[in-house]
T-cell receptor
Framework: EADIYQTPRYLVIGTGKKITLECSQTMGHDKMYWYQQDPGMELHLIHYSYGVNSTEKGDLSSESTVSRIRTEHFPLTLESARPSHTSQYLC?????????????FGPGTRLLVL | AQKVTQAQTEISVVEKEDVTLDCVYETRDTTYYLFWYKQPPSGELVFLIRRNSFDEQNEISGRYSWNFQKSTSSFNFTITASQVVDSAVYFCALSEADDYKLSFGAGTTVTVRA
């Protein structure tokens, strides 16, 4: 069982607003990830981090940015939200367990930009 | 490049029927990991199983079983005696040994009717 938290769970916001989606994990995992998922569709990796002060862009281009100042915290920021950003955002973390990596996911944030 | 294909978009069954979800993958690596996740209507992804490429032994966990066949690049998932609580979207995913990122299939929506 994983302890990974995301806030808010739901967010409705107007175009042009700046938003930050929070993700925290209490397992001390080095690696953290952000995925974007449209309803009923597959997950696409948009950002990942393999440790403090390390961030990389994922396979799907995103206008969002991330930071990793503390091991347990990996927030995602949109400077100016647009309707095209409407989606579900899922955060995950992983670490070596028995020589293998498994990603554990948070509950997700459902974002609606009007 | 890696790719995961879940050809079945939706499956609908009546309670107590068995249901098998297909997953076919592509990778050039000899070491890789395969995963199944469940996404109930609440939205979070729940880890079900991880299998590495060197272990072709099939696995059973309660009503869940997995059939891994390297010869056909498949990692199929069977739910025996399905229950309404099994209704969810199920994702198959792949990661390669030196790359912790996951590539997801498009998911299969399973609906179990009472």
């Amino acid at each position: 069982e994983a302890d990974i938290y995301q806030t808010p769970r739901y967010l409705v916001i107007g175009t042009g607003k700046k938003i930050t989606l929070e993700c925290s994990q209490t397992m001390g995992h080095d690696k953290m990830y952000w995925y974007q998922q449209d309803p009923g569709m597959e997950l696409h990796l948009i950002h990942y981090s393999y440790g403090v002060n390390s961030t990389e862009k994922g396979d799907l281009s995103s206008e969002s940015t991330v930071s990793r100042i503390r091991t347990e915290h990996f927030p995602l920021t949109l400077e100016s939200a647009r309707p095209s950003h409407t989606s579900q955002y899922l955060c995950a973390s992983s670490d070596l367990e028995r020589h293998q990596e498994t990603q554990y996911f948070g509950p997700g944030t459902r974002l609606l930009v009007l | 490049a890696q790719k995961v294909t879940q050809a079945q978009t939706e499956i609908s069954v009546v309670e107590k029927e068995d249901v098998t979800l297909d997953c076919v993958y592509e990778t050039r690596d000899t070491t890789y990991y395969l995963f199944w996740y469940k996404q109930p209507p609440s939205g979070e992804l729940v880890f079900l199983i991880r299998r590495n490429s060197f272990d072709e032994q099939n696995e059973i966990s309660g009503r869940y079983s997995w059939n891994f066949q390297k010869s056909t690049s498949s990692f199929n998932f069977t739910i025996t005696a399905s229950q309404v609580v099994d209704s969810a979207v199920y994702f198959c995913a792949l990661s390669e040994a030196d790359d912790y990122k996951l590539s997801f299939g498009a998911g299969t929506t399973v609906t179990v009717r009472a």
